[in-house]
T-cell receptor, first 113, second 112 residues
């Protein structure tokens, strides 16, 4: 029973490019959460999704960031026109029920050069 | 408001007990968590406590919750080198069913 799988583990993008981060939840989990960790800081909530629905996006920047969790396939966090300030570790978590029993993936470390 | 605070660093001698402290501001917390993050890795849930409990013990880990003072602590008995990591305190709010609020983490280092 694989845990939460995130890929890629490391992603380097030039300023202005698009970054696409993928997250496959644990088997049987239908709730997905994305968090961002800036260097030397804690995790900040970005968005909570269920299949085909965004439930809470109160932590998402208003521009350039979007997330989806389609009926089939992984959840995707998309960052358009990346800037240096987007460099961070992006963690995905999944749960069986809303907010309980979070399991985190190993994260995607995005570096914008 | 939503705020979870921790001291940034803690250094202990191998074999001693480590006590990591955390304060939070929102009294509507339902669950409080301790996560461990090793270098380059994701977060591993160590333990959690429900807000109507005062204490929870799990092998070398003891969690104490003082709800009146909004203070949470994690005690690691007989600290080992493998305990070196960043420890995050986090809370789940009654008002927001989905998200968990994290502190900035306490970096625990072990000296011989």
């Amino acid at each position: 029973n694989a845990g939460v799988m995130q890929n890629p583990r490391h992603l380097v993008r030039r300023r202005g490019q698009e970054a696409r981060l993928r997250c496959s939840p644990m088997k049987g989990h239908s709730h997905v959460y994305w968090y961002r960790q800036l260097p030397e800081e804690g995790l900040k909530f970005m968005v909570y999704l269920q299949k085909e629905n965004i439930i809470d996006e109160s932590g998402m920047p208003k521009e350039r960031f979007s997330a989806e969790f389609p009926k089939e396939g992984p959840s995707i966090l998309r960052i358009q026109q990346v800037v240096r300030g987007d460099s961070a570790a992006y963690f995905c978590a999944s749960s069986l029920r809303d907010g309980y029993g979070y399991t985190f993936g190993s994260g995607t470390r995005l570096t914008v050069v | 408001g939503e705020d979870v605070e921790q001291s940034l660093f803690l250094s202990v001698r191998e074999g001693d007990s480590s006590v990591i402290n955390c304060t939070y501001t929102d009294s509507s917390s339902t669950y409080l968590y301790w996560y461990k993050q090793e270098p380059g890795a994701g977060l591993q849930l160590l333990t959690y406590i429900f807000s109507n409990m005062d204490m929870k013990q799990d092998q070398r880990l003891t969690v104490l919750l003082n709800k009146k003072d909004k203070h949470l602590s994690l005690r690691i008995a007989d600290t080992q080198t493998g305990d070196s990591a960043i420890y995050f305190c986090a809370e789940k709010l009654e008002s927001s069913a989905s998200k968990i609020i994290f502190g900035s983490g306490t970096r625990l280092s072990i000296r011989p």
